[in-house]
DNA sequence: GCGTGTGAAGGGTTTCACAGCA
DNA sequence: TGCTGTGAAACCCTTCACACGC
């Protein structure tokens, strides 16, 4: 634990992705023996401009090095304290359709922090199956199920139609993050954190910016 | 087309995804048969305060009815005039893995107007299969089928160790709109609009956010 | 009266210019 | 000299309060 960073600072929504970017960048530069970096070269790698990267960092304490630069595996270390991304977090799939199972045998998160402990559908056929690491439940059990494996994270990859169903379930089973990938906005209480993912209007907002410039 | 929709406006970063959010539910509510739409209602089903959708929408002329609301139809096209969403866009996907596939076999895009044109591997084994409604082509003819197909936006669903070089060739054959999965930073010429989708990102920043309320 | 449209205020984020340290 | 750290300025986005039109 690094005793200079200020962990009292709350950090906002646009940081955030920020310094989860920083920290995969220098990850892969300590794998590569590099054993410094400038605010420069980060900023070119990861499109977000230098100063914006040293007060970013600057927030936390003086981490970086003047004439120098910043040390890679000290500066790893501050981003994982600032971000807490030591523990495990326990992830749960509802919806083991193509994108449902596709994400539970993706083999690279459980390396990043994030575990799958849990999978859910509806459909007969499926229930039992094994998928990635996990073996698939039927939706009915999920209740149960989330606080056996004490899930962290809900993933809805149901169809839209049965999103906002899906969502309140796994909010009754006390999950309170949740990333949702299906076609519809959720409504949830405050309390509960919801991230989108709608590749419909990632691929369309791709489309207007490219045709816009 | 509508004559009134002030098409000389930039619209920002912020705005747009927030236009296809207004759009994607305007659309249903035609579907339901409702003619009719008031901004606080809209701002409900779509998490975003009303006085900033009525910001975004009277930024493109005046469409709504004071005292009435909006007109459904009329905003629907108002909003596909707006963000361009009327000619049919060409995908095409590079690794055909678990995620890629899932992409290629999800059947709601092309009623979004975004439609698979083509899929890359490098694996021999996959090459020939049908996926969704591509033939899995081999990684090699990438240049030629991208020209031959008329690809608009491509897809990077390959390992991230060969993220950048699939990027290059994309961009070599001519693709100016990548949608990147892989978790590394690619590398482009400016004229080239990139986004990322880091769902190890996205599932560590929900961590951070409801860890830290 | 009701709901949209809008100038002005408010808040937050990014950039600028430069101070300070190795 | 070279690069980080930082107050001040600039910018952008959101909210407020209210004017205007049906």
Redesign the pocket.
């Known amino acids: 634990m690094n005793e200079a960073v200020n962990k009292e600072k709350k950090i ?4 955030i992705p920020r310094i989860l970017n920083y920290l995969k960048v220098v990850q892969q530069l300590e794998k590569e023996n590099k054993t410094t970096i ?3 070269e980060l900023s070119r790698i990861t499109n977000t ?4 990267i ?2 970013d ?2 927030n936390f304490g ?9 040390d890679v595996s000290r500066l790893k270390s501050y981003l994982l304290d600032i971000i807490g991304g030591k523990e495990m977090s326990n992830l749960a799939v509802v919806g083991v359709g193509n994108l449902g199972s596709a994400l539970l045998n993706y083999k690279g998160f459980e390396e990043e922090g994030l575990k799958f402990v849990a999978a859910f559908d509806k459909q007969e056929g499926k229930i039992g199956r094994i998928c990635g690491n996990v073996i698939v439940e039927h939706i009915d059990n999920m209740g149960e199920s989330i606080k056996n494996n004490n899930v962290h994270i809900g993933i809805i990859t149901v169809p839209s139609n049965v999103a906002q169903a899906v969502a309140e379930k796994l909010v009754g089973a006390g999950v309170y993050s949740i990333l949702n990938f299906s076609h519809v906005a959720l409504l949830a209480p405050p309390e509960v954190t919801v991230r989108n993912v709608d590749l419909a209007i990632e691929l369309k907002a791709l489309r207007y910016f490219s045709v816009n410039r």
Chains 1, 2 share one sequence.
């Open positions: 906002s929504d646009v940081v400038l605010s420069e401009s230098a100063v914006l040293r007060k960092l600057a003086k981490i970086g090095q003047p004439g120098t630069g910043y």
